[in-house]
């Protein structure tokens, strides 16, 4: 016999849950997307002006 302890709490969502999931993943993406690009931005200015690489050789 299974242990009913071991089986998920399976559920249907409700519709508001599923439009608080979907704005909610997609504010997650912007801010992943905008890091990113802020990042990417970072290092084509630092390997462009040459800031940071004197240094280390």
């Given amino acids: 016999m299974e242990d009913p302890t071991l089986k998920p709490d399976v559920r249907q969502m ?28 970072t290092t084509i200015i630092r390997l462009t002006t040459g800031t940071g690489i004197s240094g280390r050789m």
Avoid: D, I, S
């Avoid at 608080?20 to 997650?28: E, G, M, P």
């Avoid at 801010?31 to 690009?37: I, N, R």
């Fill in 14 to 41: 409700t519709p508001e849950e599923l439009a608080a999931r979907k704005r909610r993943n997609l504010w997650l993406g912007l801010a992943l997307g905008g890091f990113v690009v802020l990042v990417m931005v």
